[in-house]
């Protein structure tokens, strides 16, 4: 099995913080190198809706620039020494993104929480994690927070 690229999901959310620790172990064991992707709503693609441009643009870069903060703090603050990684913010409908993403980087597994933000954005976009599993290219390994886990 190679597993040379990993890909790892971040909405910043305590779901994904969770996963964090299993992308950078598996990349540290495989001598990965690890993408850190966070993907930020395309809300007028996505729903159809009508934004004036000029005022969404700047929405955006602000979006950018915080979403760059926050991969930054991650990466610090969660790598523990690991250094074979890579930011990326991309723009759009985040499983769609992440799919293509993976697609076009030849990524070999894609780790994220099964659990993301929630409230507006998960009624507008459904669940990342079931789009991701059912369409992505490569493995995914999804890991659920301990609060999630149903006993059986
Ligand atoms: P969800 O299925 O939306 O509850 O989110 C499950 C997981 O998908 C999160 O824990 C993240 O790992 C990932 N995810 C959700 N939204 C995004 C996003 N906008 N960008 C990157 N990863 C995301």
């Excluded at 890909?7 to 996963?19: C, I, N, Q, V, W």
């Excluded at 780790?111 to 507006?120: D, E, V």
Aim: charged share 30%; with cysteine.
């Amino acid at each position: 099995m190679k597993i040379d690229r990993i890909l790892f999901a971040t909405d910043f959310s305590e779901g994904s913080d969770h996963a964090l620790p299993y992308a950078v172990d598996m990349a540290r064991q495989y001598n990965s190198k690890l993408y850190f992707v966070h993907v930020i709503y395309d809300v007028a693609k996505t729903a159809g809706w009508y934004v004036p441009h000029v005022s969404i643009d700047e929405i955006y870069r602000d979006m950018e620039k915080s979403a760059r903060a926050e991969l930054e703090k991650v990466c610090t603050d969660g790598m523990r020494g690991f250094k074979d990684i890579e930011r990326v913010v991309l723009k759009g409908v985040p499983y769609e993104e992440i799919t293509r993403f993976a697609a076009e980087q030849k990524v070999d597994l894609i780790i994220l929480g099964t659990h993301g933000r929630k409230g507006i954005d998960r009624m507008l976009f459904g669940s990342t994690a079931e789009q991701v599993v059912r369409t992505s290219p490569c493995p995914v390994l999804s890991v659920r927070l301990p609060q999630h886990v149903k006993n059986i």
